[in-house]
């Protein structure tokens, strides 16, 4: 992925000096265009195209951002009920994120999902433990966990 | 333009408000919640999300009307964003390892099997 950005880097610096013209847009034009012909010949690349992982990582911050919204209406939500009905506890939750960095990423995402909090990952990082505000739909829970953030995190680093 | 510009004076005064309002709610969870870790969803969530309003509001505040484009704000909110969640992380985590307990009412608690097993 690097490389791919340093040889798009590269296309729009020699586009500059085709022109003779040390301006933004024309580099703007050169990246562009750099975009285009990295993307016409992705296949001569081991790795695949890298404005896909580009555009996995904007999805994930949309999701990291609708998350934070919808999270903090539930947690207000059940704050100011004039009864406390939750019923928390702690479940554990496999997955199957393998490096440190993605494992992070995920906890960071549990902690701003609607009710829950992660309170430990274990030794081999296999397992994370997750406080949960209202018990009754943990099972909802980890499997939307599961489905949205871990496959959000894998589109990136795979 | 008069009215853009009212219009705009006006969602950003409403954005500031809401974001103080979440924050005083979250410091009425603060007040009103159990225990620690229940307390702690109130601090990590309600509190960024208020923070993050008024950063932004400022932001645009400063962009539109003093013209003047604030990277120490973006920056504010970037740091803001990240640390939020850990610092929840890790308060819970001290308080669960120095053995505070959950609120009597918990249903569930897989942690405690699995700390033990690892003490042998």
């Known amino acids: 992925m690097a490389l791919q950005i340093l040889l798009n880097l590269i296309i729009s610096i020699v586009w500059m000096f085709l022109h003779n013209d040390w301006s933004a847009p024309r580099f703007i034009v050169g990246y562009i265009i750099g975009i285009l012909f990295i993307g016409l010949l992705s296949r001569f690349w081991p790795h695949d195209f890298y404005m896909k992982r580009v555009w996995a990582i904007l999805k994930l911050l949309v999701l990291f951002i609708k998350e934070l919204f919808v999270s903090s209406f539930v947690v207000i939500g059940l704050i100011v009920r ?58 909802l829970l980890s499997q939307q966990i599961k489905d949205s953030f871990e496959k959000a995190i894998m589109e990136v680093t795979r | 333009m008069e009215m853009i510009s009212k219009a705009g004076e006006l969602i950003i005064g409403l954005m500031v ?5 979440i924050g005083a709610l979250s410091a009425f969870g603060l007040i009103r919640l159990p225990d620690v870790y229940l307390r702690s969803h109130a601090a990590t969530k309600s509190a960024t999300l208020g923070v993050l309003f008024i950063l932004v509001a400022a932001f645009l505040y400063f962009m539109i009307y003093l013209e003047h484009t604030s990277a120490k704000l973006l ?11 850990v610092a929840g992380h890790l308060n819970g985590r001290a308080a669960y390892r120095s053995g505070v307990p959950l609120w009597n009412k918990s249903i569930q608690d897989d942690l405690k099997d699995a700390s033990k097993e690892e003490q042998g």
């Open chain 1, 82 to 139: 004039p009864k406390l009905a939750i019923r928390p506890g702690i479940f554990a939750l496999q997955t199957e994120l393998k490096t440190d960095w993605e494992i992070t990423v995920l906890s960071c995402l549990i902690c701003l999902t609607p009710g829950t909090l992660t309170l430990d990952v274990s030794k081999d990082g296999r397992t994370l433990y997750i406080h949960a505000m209202d018990m009754d739909d943990a099972e």
């Open chain 2, 17 to 21: 408000l809401f974001g103080a309002l």
């Open chain 2, 75 to 85: 920056l504010g909110i970037v740091f803001v964003f990240i640390t939020g969640p």
